[in-house]
């Protein structure tokens, strides 16, 4: 699909989640708002708005809050701090929040073995998956989208990047987005929010409760788009699922998402989706692509000793999940 259609289909759901969600239950306090943010459909919901007039406001915080970070690290606009490093042949002073989230960024690499990458610019502008056209691209084109990247060409000191070669093209999309929802999340709570959930195409923050009770997150089966694998119950935690249904296209028969390896710049191929349950959605965001990347065995290990926990849809379908998750599952 291409991204202006893309951008058409979010739309009309927005509109159409405008129209129906509105104040829920009466009196009960419950709101729900969506808007589209960072490429996808972004909905809020309060349970303890209060009056109207503050939920609105709360709400608005929140969605002006992802708006910064889209304005900033969207590797789609041409005004964006993202945008600005990757013309800079010389080191850039970025804002505090884009330093912020390239800290975690490389943190995550690090520890991953570079399984995430934040240096993949030129080989996501190579396969198209943002675009009109996505393709596979030839053999040549990927080795050199490869040459110089991962973790050690990318240095930060403080709020001043530097890149370890002029054409290295960074690309924040697979972290900024749980950013994003954790910044809503901070502008909930500084409203007096205390039970509410933030959801960013998958990408989803709960704070506190809901009425009592955990939230209970179905995780969408990743071969079936109206099924449902599992349902977490949870509280106070992110969670953010990456899986190749998510974007991809097929040729002859071969499917090519948009989770890509940076060992060989080719899709991931030892998963179908990856769930991860975390403190906050960046670090969900970004654990959840290395450990598609690295596969059950090396992700579940890394998820886990960076205090998350985990749930893996394998290339043959078996299903696998931290030991500290099982009494948060409920099957369907």
């Not at 450990?291 to 992700?299: H, N, Q, R």
């Amino acid at each position: 699909m291409s991204r202006s259609r893309l951008f058409a289909l979010l739309l009309a759901i927005a509109l159409a989640a405008l129209a129906l969600f509105g104040r829920g239950g009466g009196d009960s306090g419950e709101f729900r708002r969506a808007r589209v943010l960072m490429g996808t459909v972004v909905e809020i919901t309060l349970l303890d708005g209060g009056a109207a007039s503050d939920a609105e406001a709360a709400m608005e915080a929140a969605f002006s809050a992802m708006a910064e970070v889209e304005a900033s690290m969207s590797a789609h606009r041409d005004d964006s701090e993202v945008a600005r490093l990757n013309a800079a042949a010389e080191p850039v002073e970025v804002s505090a929040a884009t330093a912020e989230v390239l800290e975690l960024g490389l943190r995550v690499a690090t520890a991953s073995g570079g399984a995430f990458d934040l240096t993949l610019g030129r080989l996501k502008a190579l396969w198209g998956f943002d675009g009109d056209a996505p393709r596979v691209p030839s053999d040549p084109e990927i080795a050199a989208a490869l040459q110089g990247i991962g973790p050690a060409s990318l240095r930060l000191a403080g709020r001043r990047v530097t890149k370890g070669d002029a054409a290295l093209r960074v690309d924040l999309g697979a972290i900024a987005k749980g950013y994003a929802v954790d910044r809503a999340v901070a502008a909930l709570r500084a409203a007096g929010i205390r039970h509410a959930s933030v959801n960013a195409g998958g990408d989803l923050r709960l704070l506190g409760d809901h009425g009592g009770r955990p939230w209970r997150i179905g995780i969408q089966h990743p071969r079936d788009p109206q099924g449902v694998l599992v349902t977490l119950e949870l509280a106070d935690a992110a969670v953010v699922t990456s899986g190749d249904y998510e974007r991809f296209f097929e040729v002859e028969g071969v499917r090519y998402h948009h989770i890509l390896d940076p060992r060989d710049g080719r899709p991931a191929d030892a998963c179908q989706s990856v769930t991860v349950v975390a403190a906050s959605a960046a670090e969900a965001d970004a654990l959840a692509t290395a450990a598609f990347v690295l596969g059950p065995e090396a992700g579940r290990r890394l998820v886990e000793s960076r205090g998350g926990l985990a749930l893996f849809v394998a290339a043959d379908g078996e299903v696998s999940l931290s030991e500290d998750l099982k009494d948060r599952v409920r099957r369907p």
